[in-house]
Nanobody
Framework: HVQLVESGGGLVQPGGSLRLACKAS????????MAWFHQVPGKEREGVAS???????FYAKSVKGRFTIWRDTTKNTLSLQMISLKPDDTAMYYC???????????????????WGQGTQVTVS
């Protein structure tokens, strides 16, 4: 069972930037499917960005060109760089992992079985 711990959330003004990090407790997750989701109260979790076993990256239309997902296998860390932040980006951000290899975009909550506790991002 892997533990995922997010960090890097906070309060930022519109147009600002934040970098989120997700530390995985198992090095084997360095090559697994992983993703970032966000959730606002009263709504379902929505996939923001994902990375597959070949390090191919995929983005929701709402963040494409503003967010970048990548992993550092030496540190077992998944990161999300967010620039040009908008008030609509305000949400709890979760790191997610699937304990297997995958190819292509995976942005549905049901496609992941490991979750972090979340980190709040507020753009105001």
């Amino acid at each position: 069972h892997v533990q995922l711990v997010e960090s890097g959330g906070g309060l930022v003004q519109p147009g600002g930037s934040l970098r989120l990090a997700c530390k995985a407790s198992l090095s084997t997750y360095a090559t697994k499917c992983m993703a970032w989701f966000h959730q606002v109260p009263g709504k379902e979790r929505e996939g923001v960005a994902s990375i597959d076993s070949g390090d191919n990256t995929f983005y929701a239309k709402s963040v494409k060109g503003r967010f970048t997902i990548w992993r550092d296998t030496t540190k077992n860390t998944l990161s999300l760089q967010m620039i040009s932040l908008k008030p609509d980006d305000t949400a709890m951000y979760y790191c997610a992992a699937y304990g297997g290899t995958c190819w292509g975009p995976r942005t549905l909550e049901k496609e992941y079985n490991q979750w972090g506790q979340g980190t709040q991002v507020t753009v105001s």
